[in-house]
Nanobody, 127 residues
Framework: QVQLVESGGGLVQAGGSLRLSCAVS????????LAWSRQAPGKERELIAGISRSGANTYYTDSVKGRFTISRDNAKNTVYLQMNSLKPEDTGVYYC????????????????????WGQGTQVTVSS
């Protein structure tokens, strides 16, 4: 069983930065593709960033490109999301997700392809 625990959310002013962390336990961390998704109030959960098990392949949805950076530290079993230049529309609950990867560069791009999820952390960006 894989367990994911997010931390680092909070309230920040527009233009500010936050770094989210997700600690992963239970299985070999390096065998999982990992991602961050976001659910804004009244909207469906969307995948906003992902990273392959090797770290060589990353994905960003258009709305966060150039502002957010996903990274992973296999020695610490942790995946991060550095969020800069935050906007009010970035407000939502951020979830960490993981999926067993069958290749080092394989990276699912849909929330439906991830089987393991954290409990979420709230990010609120004030204008």
């Amino acid at each position: 069983q894989v367990q994911l625990v997010e931390s680092g959310g909070g309230l920040v002013q527009a233009g500010g930065s936050l770094r989210l962390s997700c600690a992963v336990s239970g299985r070999t961390f390096s065998t999982y593709a990992l991602a961050w998704s976001r659910q804004a109030p009244g909207k469906e959960r969307e995948l906003i960033a992902g990273i392959s098990r090797s770290g060589a392949n990353t994905y960003y949805t258009d709305s966060v490109k150039g502002r957010f950076t996903i990274s992973r530290d296999n020695a610490k079993n942790t995946v991060y999301l550095q969020m800069n230049s935050l906007k009010p529309e970035d407000t939502g609950v951020y979830y960490c997700a993981g999926q067993l990867a069958y290749g080092s560069t394989w990276l699912p791009l849909s929330v439906d392809e991830y089987n393991y999820w954290g409990q979420g952390t709230q990010v609120t960006v004030s204008s």
